[in-house]
């Protein structure tokens, strides 16, 4: 069985940085997507990020390109999620996922692991 267990969240002012972790683990994953969403209060689950295990493709939301970067450590079974100039708007719990498909997509549905979350929350 696949887990992920988040860290790395907290308080941050505004144009501040943050990383988070996902550590994965369960089997090898090779063939799989790794992403990150987030949810805000009253608001749906948003795609963030997501990076290809095998060769480190990556995508991003509009919102967070240019200012979010994903990466993994295939030695750690780790991801990250690099957070910087943040903005209020960025407050959210930060939820790692993982899908064992090598397409990236960005509906939450297609994501079959998910973690607890990390929660950012950024003072304006």
């Known amino acids: 069985q696949v887990q992920l267990v988040e860290s790395g969240g907290g308080l941050v002012q505004t144009g501040g940085s943050l990383r988070l972790s996902c550590a994965a683990s369960?089997?090898?994953?090779?063939?799989?997507?790794m992403a990150w969403f987030r949810q805000a209060p009253g608001k749906e689950r948003e795609f963030v990020a997501a990076?290809?295990?095998?060769?480190?493709?990556?995508d991003y939301a509009d919102s967070v390109n240019g200012r979010f970067v994903v990466s993994r450590d295939k030695a750690q079974n780790t991801v990250y999620l690099q957070l910087n100039s943040l903005k209020f708007e960025d407050t959210a719990l930060y939820l790692c996922?993982?899908?064992?498909?090598?397409?990236?997509?960005?509906?939450?549905?297609?994501?079959?692991?998910w973690g607890q979350g990390t929660q950012v929350t950024v003072s304006s």
């Open positions: 990076i290809r295990w095998v060769d480190g493709i990556t």
């Open positions: 369960g089997r090898t994953f090779g063939d799989y997507v």
């Open positions: 996922a993982a899908r064992p498909y090598i397409v990236i997509r960005r509906d939450s549905v297609f994501y079959e692991f």
